[in-house]
C-alpha cells in the first residue's frame, strides 16, 4: 500500500517551485503588486483576471457548513473580463454619473452609482472606510456679521455665538495607524444652530482626487493597503495608488498638493480647512451668490519636514491628537477664521475661466479674496473618545436657510453616500439621536421606530395630514425658518455619463500650484515624489508618473527622474503659463507662536538659574516648557524646585518648535548602548551625553530653531554646528537668548539654513 502524501508537504513543494519559477524571470526581490509587470500604458485588450501569485491561496473551498465542495478555489474569485453590476450585466462607463447633460444633477436613476457607493459604503463594519483615524475638540464659533449680505444664516450674523464640535482626521490609514502619514486631512465641523445642525464637512486641501463622486471607490481602493497582503497602512507610496492616480489624471492637483507640506501637518492647529465644494448661498432677499468656504488658522500653516514625519510616526504615532489635546489643556485655545471666497450665480458658473464645479480646481484668492465671516475656538476636549469622536456623524447634506448645495457631481454623491454609510456604521437610522448628533433645534420629523430608537414618541398620528393629532406637526414657510431649497433651473438635456469639457484641463493648476512654492517648497516636493515613486516596485508606474510630472513641469520631472534612475520624459501637453498665486505658498509670513513647544536642556546640577529664567520666558511668550535632564524627578532645592519632563531617554527632537542648551551635560550613567540605542562610544567620548548631541543635530537638520546659553555652547560645539549658523541663538542671558528664539519661531522655521538646488 503506498504512503499517503502530506498535503501539507504537496503545498510547500509547489510553493518552492513556483518561488524557483520566479527567480528564473528575475524577479528575485519580494514585494510585486501582481503576477505580472503591468505596462506603461492603460490595456485595452480585454482579458479575464490574473491568476494569483505564486505565494497566495484562498481559504478551502467549503459550503457554509464545513463540507468540501471539490470547486477550485478560481470559481469563488471574480470572473469575465468585462466590468459588469452585481447582477452581471456589463457596463459601459464606469467614471460618470447619469446626470441630466454633462453640467446638470446627477439622476436618482443611476442604478449604476447607488450600486457602487452603496457597497462602498459598507464595506468597513465599524470603522470608518475612510477617515477612521480622527481627533476632535468641542468649541464655539462667532459671527462676524460680515456675510449679511449674501445668506440669511442666522449663524452667521453679527455677535451671534454658535457650539461646534470639529474631527481633524487623515484618510487612509486604519484607527491605529499614525498621525504624521503623509496623507490628506479631513476638517469637520458641526455647527449646532438655532436653526438646525450644519455641517461643514472638508479637508486640508481644496481640491479633491476626482471630479466625479462615482470614482470615490476607485480612488480609496488605490489609496488603501493592497488587499491581498494589507500593507502598506496609511501610505499612499505603493504601486496601487501611483497607478491609478497616474492614469486618472484628473488626480494631478491634489496628488501634488499632497506630495508638498501639506501632506505632513506640523498640528492640527496649524492646517488650513477647504469646503472643496462650491456651494450656493442665499439671502434674505431671494438673491444667490456662489462662496467656497476656508478656515484660516490664526497660528499659520506649518509642516513637518518628512524625516520628522518618519521619526513621530515612530515615536509618538497619537502625536496630532496629543498636541491638539495638550493645547487645549494648556489654554492655548486653537482659533480659524472661516472665510468665503465669493463669485456672480451666472449661468455658467464659471469664473475667471475657471469651472466652480470642477473640485479639482481652485481659485486663486489674488482673483478672489478670502472674505472672514466668523471666529472659531476649540476650547474642551471630548470626555468620552468613543460616545464623542468617534460616534459623531457628518453629511454634507445637512444645510440650514441659507446656505445650499450646487451641481457638483462629487457634492451630489457625497450627498447619497454619507446618510448610507452612517446607517451601517452606527447600527442603523437613528445615529442623530446619538448625544454627538443631537441638533439643538426641536425636532419632529415623525421618522418612527427603528434600531436604536431612544426618543419616546407621543401621538397617534405620525403622518400628514392628520386631524388625530390636532394637524401637527405643520409645514413651515419661508416666513418661519423653513428650509427650501433655491429653485434653480435644471436644463433639458439628454441622460449622458459625461462630463464638461472644461474638466479635462488636469495640468494647468498642478503647475500653478508648482509655480507658487518657494524654493525650499520645491525641493520637499521634489523629494515626496522620488521617495513615493521609488518605493513603488513596478517600473511603468514609475515611469509613466515621470510622464504626469513632465506635463507639471520639466525641472521637478527631471530631479526625480534622476532620484529614480530613469530618462526623463518630454511633455505630452502644452506646459501652462499661470500668475503665480503667493497664497499658495505656506513660507514667507510671521504667526503668533501660541503653544509652541521649548525643550530646555540641564545637566540636572549646574545653571538652573538660567533654566527658571528660560522656563520663565517660555511660558511669558505664551509657550509650553518641557524640561530636559539627566532623570527625572525635580532639580535643585525643595524651596525652589526644578521639575523635569523629559529625560534624555525619553526626549526626541520632533517633540519640540526649539530648544534651548542651557548646560553641557556629561554622559548620564545610563548613556550605553545595552540601554539606550541613541548612545555610542564614539559620541560620549565627547564629553556630551550622545542623546543631547542627537537632539540637536536632529532638530538642526529639520530646521529649528536653536539656543544656547551658559556652557550650552559647548554642547553646539561638540555637536558640529556653528554658533552663527541661521536660526541659532547663542551667547546673553537666558531671556535674550529666547527672545530671539520667539523672534525666530514666528516664521515656524529657519529655511534660510539650506540651499535649495530648485
Same mark, same amino acid.
Given at each position: 500500500?503506498?504512503?499517503?502524501?502530506?498535503?501539507?508537504?504537496?503545498?510547500?513543494?509547489?510553493?518552492?517551485?513556483?518561488?524557483?519559477?520566479?527567480?528564473?524571470?528575475?524577479?528575485?526581490?519580494?514585494?510585486?503588486?501582481?503576477?505580472?509587470?503591468?505596462?506603461?500604458?492603460?490595456?485595452?485588450?480585454?482579458?479575464?483576471?490574473?491568476?494569483?501569485?505564486?505565494?497566495?491561496?484562498?481559504?478551502?473551498?467549503?459550503? %457554509?457548513?464545513?463540507?468540501?465542495?471539490?470547486?477550485?478555489?478560481?470559481?469563488?474569485?471574480?470572473?469575465?473580463?468585462?466590468?459588469?453590476?452585481?447582477?452581471?450585466?456589463?457596463?459601459?462607463?464606469?467614471?460618470?454619473?447619469?446626470?441630466?447633460?454633462?453640467?446638470?444633477?446627477?439622476?436618482?436613476?443611476?442604478?449604476? *452609482?447607488?450600486?457602487?457607493?452603496?457597497?462602498?459604503?459598507?464595506? $468597513?463594519?465599524?470603522?470608518?472606510?475612510?477617515?477612521?483615524?480622527?481627533?476632535?475638540?468641542?468649541?464655539?464659533?462667532?459671527?462676524?456679521?460680515?456675510?449679511?449680505?449674501?445668506?440669511?444664516?442666522?449663524?452667521?450674523?453679527?455677535?451671534?455665538?454658535?457650539?461646534?464640535?470639529?474631527?481633524?482626521?487623515?484618510?487612509?490609514?486604519?484607527?491605529?495607524?499614525?498621525?504624521?502619514?503623509?496623507?490628506? $486631512?479631513?476638517?469637520?465641523?458641526?455647527?449646532?444652530?438655532?436653526?438646525?445642525?450644519?455641517?461643514?464637512?472638508?479637508?486640508?486641501?481644496?481640491?479633491?482626487?476626482?471630479?466625479?463622486?462615482?470614482?470615490?471607490?476607485?480612488?480609496?481602493?488605490?489609496?488603501?493597503?493592497?488587499?491581498?497582503?494589507?500593507?502598506?497602512?496609511?501610505?499612499?507610496?505603493?504601486?496601487?495608488?501611483?497607478?491609478?492616480?497616474?492614469?486618472?489624471?484628473?488626480?494631478?492637483?491634489?496628488?501634488?498638493?499632497?506630495?508638498?507640506?501639506?501632506?505632513? %501637518?506640523?498640528?492640527?492647529?496649524?492646517?488650513?480647512?477647504?469646503?472643496?465644494?462650491?456651494?450656493? *448661498?442665499?439671502?434674505?432677499?431671494?438673491?444667490?451668490?456662489?462662496?467656497?468656504?476656508?478656515?484660516?488658522? +490664526?497660528?499659520? !500653516?506649518?509642516?513637518?519636514?518628512?524625516?520628522?514625519?518618519?521619526?513621530?510616526?515612530?515615536?509618538?504615532?497619537?502625536?496630532?491628537?496629543?498636541?491638539? =489635546?495638550?493645547?487645549?489643556?494648556?489654554?492655548?485655545?486653537?482659533?480659524?477664521?472661516?472665510?468665503?471666497?465669493?463669485?456672480?450665480?451666472?449661468?455658467?458658473?464659471?469664473?475667471?475661466?475657471?469651472?466652480?464645479?470642477?473640485?479639482?480646481?481652485?481659485?486663486?484668492?489674488?482673483?478672489?479674496?478670502?472674505?472672514?465671516?466668523? *471666529?472659531?475656538?476649540?476650547?474642551?476636549?471630548?470626555?468620552?473618545?468613543?460616545?464623542?469622536?468617534?460616534?459623531?456623524?457628518?453629511?454634507?447634506?445637512?444645510?440650514?436657510?441659507?446656505?445650499?448645495?450646487?451641481?457638483?457631481?462629487?457634492?451630489?454623491?457625497?450627498?447619497?453616500?454619507?446618510?448610507?454609510?452612517?446607517?451601517?456604521?452606527?447600527?442603523?437610522?437613528?445615529?442623530?439621536?446619538?448625544?454627538?448628533?443631537?441638533?439643538?433645534?426641536?425636532?419632529?420629523?415623525?421618522?418612527?421606530?427603528?434600531?436604536?430608537?431612544? =426618543?419616546?414618541?407621543?401621538?397617534?398620528?405620525?403622518?400628514?395630514?392628520?386631524?388625530?393629532?390636532?394637524?401637527?406637526?405643520?409645514?413651515?414657510?419661508?416666513?418661519?425658518?423653513?428650509?427650501?431649497?433655491? %429653485?434653480?433651473?435644471?436644463?433639458?438635456?439628454?441622460?449622458?455619463?459625461?462630463?464638461?469639457?472644461?474638466?479635462?484641463?488636469?495640468?494647468?493648476?498642478?503647475?500653478?500650484?508648482?509655480?507658487?512654492?518657494?524654493?525650499?517648497?520645491?525641493?520637499?516636493?521634489?523629494?515626496?515624489?522620488?521617495?513615493?515613486?521609488? +518605493?513603488?516596485?513596478?517600473?511603468?508606474?514609475?515611469?509613466?508618473?515621470?510622464?504626469? *510630472?513632465?506635463?507639471?513641469?520639466?525641472?521637478?520631472?527631471?530631479?526625480?527622474?534622476?532620484?529614480?534612475?530613469?530618462?526623463?520624459?518630454?511633455?505630452?501637453?502644452?506646459? =501652462?503659463?499661470?500668475?503665480?498665486?503667493?497664497?499658495?505658498?505656506?513660507?514667507?509670513?510671521?504667526?503668533?507662536?501660541?503653544?509652541?513647544?521649548?525643550?530646555?536642556?540641564?545637566?540636572?546640577?549646574?545653571?538652573?538659574?538660567?533654566?527658571?529664567?528660560?522656563?520663565?520666558?517660555?511660558?511669558?511668550?505664551?509657550?509650553?516648557?518641557?524640561?530636559?535632564?539627566?532623570?527625572?524627578?525635580?532639580?535643585?532645592?525643595?524651596?525652589?524646585?526644578?521639575? !523635569?519632563?523629559?529625560?534624555?531617554?525619553?526626549?526626541?527632537?520632533?517633540?519640540?518648535?526649539?530648544?534651548?542648551?542651557?548646560?553641557?551635560?556629561?554622559?548620564?550613567?545610563?548613556?550605553?548602548?545595552?540601554?539606550?540605542?541613541?548612545?555610542?562610544?564614539?559620541?560620549?567620548?565627547?564629553?556630551?551625553?550622545?542623546?543631547?548631541?542627537?537632539?540637536?543635530?536632529?532638530?538642526?537638520?529639520?530646521?529649528?530653531?536653536?539656543?544656547?546659553?551658559?556652557?550650552?555652547?559647548?554642547?553646539?560645539?561638540?555637536?558640529?554646528?556653528?554658533?552663527?549658523? %541661521?536660526?541659532?541663538?547663542?551667547?546673553?542671558?537666558?531671556?535674550? !537668548?529666547?527672545?530671539?528664539?520667539?523672534?525666530?519661531?514666528?516664521?515656524?522655521?529657519?529655511?534660510?539654513?539650506?540651499?535649495?538646488?530648485?
Amino acid at each position: 500500500m503506498s504512503e499517503k502524501k502530506n498535503p501539507v508537504s504537496a503545498a510547500a513543494e509547489k510553493i518552492a517551485g513556483k518561488v524557483q519559477e520566479a527567480v528564473g524571470t528575475g524577479n528575485e526581490i519580494p514585494g510585486a503588486p501582481g503576477p505580472k509587470p503591468a505596462q506603461v500604458d492603460e490595456p485595452t485588450e480585454p482579458r479575464g483576471p490574473l491568476p494569483p501569485k505564486h505565494d497566495q491561496r484562498g481559504p478551502e473551498t467549503v459550503s %457554509p457548513t464545513g463540507q468540501p465542495t471539490g470547486a477550485g478555489q478560481d470559481k469563488v474569485a471574480q470572473d469575465g473580463a468585462y466590468l459588469t453590476t452585481a447582477q452581471g450585466a456589463r457596463l459601459y462607463d464606469t467614471d460618470h454619473s447619469l446626470k441630466a447633460g454633462p453640467r446638470g444633477p446627477v439622476l436618482l436613476q443611476d442604478h449604476h *452609482l447607488r450600486e457602487k457607493i452603496t457597497h462602498f459604503d459598507h464595506e $468597513r463594519i465599524p470603522e470608518r472606510v475612510v477617515h477612521a483615524r480622527g481627533a476632535a475638540a468641542h468649541g464655539v464659533f462667532r459671527g462676524y456679521g460680515a456675510a449679511a449680505g449674501i445668506t440669511k444664516a442666522a449663524f452667521l450674523a453679527e455677535g451671534a455665538e454658535t457650539p461646534v464640535f470639529v474631527r481633524f482626521s487623515t484618510v487612509l490609514g486604519s484607527r491605529g495607524s499614525a498621525d504624521t502619514v503623509r496623507d490628506t $486631512r479631513g476638517f469637520a465641523t458641526k455647527f449646532y444652530t438655532e436653526e438646525g445642525v450644519f455641517d461643514l464637512v472638508g479637508n486640508n486641501i481644496p481640491v479633491f482626487f476626482i471630479q466625479d463622486a462615482i470614482k470615490f471607490p476607485d480612488i480609496i481602493h488605490a489609496g488603501k493597503p493592497h488587499p491581498d497582503r494589507e500593507i502598506p497602512q496609511a501610505q499612499s507610496a505603493h504601486d496601487t495608488f501611483w497607478d491609478f492616480v497616474t492614469l486618472h489624471t484628473e488626480a494631478t492637483h491634489h496628488t501634488l498638493w499632497n506630495m508638498s507640506d501639506r501632506g505632513i %501637518p506640523r498640528s492640527l492647529r496649524m492646517m488650513e480647512g477647504f469646503g472643496v465644494h462650491t456651494f450656493r *448661498l442665499v439671502n434674505a432677499a431671494g438673491e444667490t451668490t456662489l462662496v467656497k468656504f476656508h478656515w484660516k488658522p +490664526k497660528l499659520g !500653516v506649518h509642516s513637518q519636514v518628512w524625516e520628522e514625519a518618519q521619526i513621530t510616526s515612530g515615536m509618538d504615532p497619537d502625536f496630532h491628537r496629543r498636541d491638539l =489635546a495638550d493645547a487645549i489643556e494648556a489654554g492655548a485655545f486653537p482659533q480659524w477664521e472661516l472665510g468665503v471666497q465669493t463669485f456672480p450665480d451666472t449661468e455658467d458658473q464659471m469664473f475667471e475661466g475657471i469651472d466652480l464645479l470642477d473640485p479639482t480646481k481652485i481659485v486663486p484668492e489674488e482673483l478672489a479674496p478670502v472674505r472672514p465671516i466668523g *471666529l472659531m475656538t476649540l476650547n474642551a476636549n471630548p470626555s468620552n473618545y468613543f460616545a464623542e469622536t468617534e460616534q459623531v456623524a457628518f453629511h454634507v447634506g445637512n444645510l440650514v436657510p441659507g446656505i445650499d448645495v450646487t451641481n457638483d457631481a462629487l457634492m451630489q454623491g457625497r450627498l447619497f453616500s454619507y446618510v448610507d454609510t452612517q446607517i451601517t456604521r452606527l447600527g442603523g437610522p437613528n445615529f442623530s439621536q446619538l448625544p454627538i448628533n443631537r441638533t439643538h433645534a426641536p425636532v419632529n420629523d415623525m421618522l418612527r421606530d427603528g434600531m436604536h430608537q431612544t =426618543a419616546v414618541h407621543r401621538g397617534v398620528a405620525p403622518y400628514r395630514p392628520n386631524s388625530l393629532d390636532g394637524g401637527c406637526p405643520f409645514v413651515a414657510g419661508a416666513d418661519t425658518g423653513a428650509y427650501i431649497e433655491v %429653485p434653480v433651473e435644471v436644463p433639458a438635456a439628454r441622460k449622458v455619463r459625461e462630463a464638461a469639457a472644461s474638466f479635462d484641463d488636469h495640468f494647468s493648476q498642478a503647475r500653478l500650484f508648482w509655480l507658487s512654492m518657494t524654493p525650499t517648497e520645491r525641493e520637499h516636493i521634489t523629494a515626496a515624489y522620488t521617495f513615493e515613486l521609488g +518605493k513603488c516596485w513596478d517600473q511603468a508606474v514609475k515611469e509613466r508618473g515621470l510622464k504626469v *510630472l513632465a506635463n507639471i513641469d520639466p525641472r521637478l520631472c527631471a530631479h526625480v527622474a534622476q532620484g529614480l534612475g530613469l530618462p526623463a520624459p518630454e511633455a505630452t501637453v502644452p506646459l =501652462a503659463s499661470p500668475e503665480p498665486s503667493p497664497a499658495l505658498s505656506q513660507l514667507g509670513h510671521t504667526w503668533p507662536v501660541d503653544g509652541r513647544i521649548v525643550g530646555i536642556v540641564t545637566d540636572g546640577e549646574s545653571g538652573l538659574d538660567a533654566v527658571r529664567e528660560a522656563r520663565g520666558a517660555v511660558l511669558d511668550a505664551g509657550m509650553v516648557p518641557l524640561v530636559i535632564a539627566p532623570s527625572g524627578g525635580k532639580l535643585g532645592p525643595d524651596s525652589d524646585p526644578v521639575t !523635569v519632563q523629559r529625560t534624555f531617554t525619553t526626549a526626541r527632537s520632533i517633540e519640540f518648535d526649539a530648544i534651548v542648551v542651557a548646560g553641557a551635560p556629561a554622559p548620564a550613567p545610563d548613556a550605553y548602548g545595552a540601554r539606550d540605542a541613541k548612545t555610542d562610544d564614539a559620541a560620549t567620548a565627547t564629553g556630551v551625553d550622545p542623546r543631547v548631541l542627537l537632539l540637536v543635530t536632529e532638530a538642526f537638520r529639520h530646521g529649528k530653531a536653536l539656543g544656547a546659553c551658559g556652557d550650552g555652547a559647548t554642547v553646539l560645539e561638540k555637536a558640529g554646528l556653528a554658533a552663527d549658523a %541661521p536660526g541659532v541663538v547663542a551667547g546673553g542671558a537666558a531671556s535674550t !537668548v529666547l527672545d530671539g528664539i520667539t523672534e525666530l519661531l514666528a516664521g515656524h522655521r529657519a529655511w534660510d539654513r539650506f540651499t535649495p538646488a530648485l
